[in-house]
């Protein structure tokens, strides 16, 4: 019988339960929802051929075949069907604040990244004509940054966290980003993306952040993530 490969914590990217011989088809996520009450979140496609990695020139050996019911025809992007599955009520979030004049994503990170990778990834969205709350444009001279945060996170579908180093620290230290994420992780709107550091990293200093699936630039590049997070909120 197969054994899992996480027997401790449980599989933390979508990834690597994919790769688990014993959780693969079972998702086998401890700790958390593997949200079973959905109805299938795929479109219908018959024995889809099992695809390499390439989106956004995603690096990593892990093959990739899932299709959201979300992703258009033609589309290029691929999944495994655990990101499928933990994209999936995000998703159903979009939808229904599809009709309200919103930002489609609030992106949440360290003061220290707005330089580097928090804006490598707000230019890769704004590339692929996603709406971006961005601190280093939002926030107005003059503004209280807190009160301009509140607005953001108010006023965006989605929020996605950009887990580095540089954001432990500041959770840690219960800094302005600690304070965005207590607000995010009350809702379903909330999307990791793990750069330059681990889930094991996180739980040391968030466990509930550490315990919500999402997107790791240790698995594909930035451009893909980007181009995922493109496709979920487009509606």
Known sequence: MARCTAPVYGHRTASAAAACPACRGGYGYRG?????????????????????????????????SAKPRWSKTGSGVFYTDAQVRALTPIRESVERLADLDRRDVFLC???????????????????????VWFSE?????????????????????????????????????????????????HTERLVPVVHDTTYEALREVSPLLASRSGLSTAEESMKGVAEKIAELVAV
Do not use: F
Request: glycine share 10%.
């Open 137 to 185: 444009k939002d926030v107005v001279l003059g503004v209280p940054l807190l009160r301009a945060i509140d607005k953001g996170l108010a006023n965006s579908r989605i929020g996605i966290v950009l887990v580095t180093p540089a954001l432990l620290n500041r959770i840690a230290h219960e800094g302005v980003a600690e304070k965005e994420l207590s607000a995010l992780l």
């Open 32 to 64: 958390y929802s593997t949200y079973s009450s959905y109805s299938s979140p795929y479109q219908s496609y018959s024995s889809p051929a099992t695809v390499s990695a390439t989106s956004g020139g995603s690096s990593g050996g892990t093959s990739r």
């Open 109 to 131: 990170h360290a003061w220290d990244d707005r330089k580097g990778p928090a804006k490598d990834l707000h230019d890769l969205l704004e590339g692929l004509k996603v709406k």
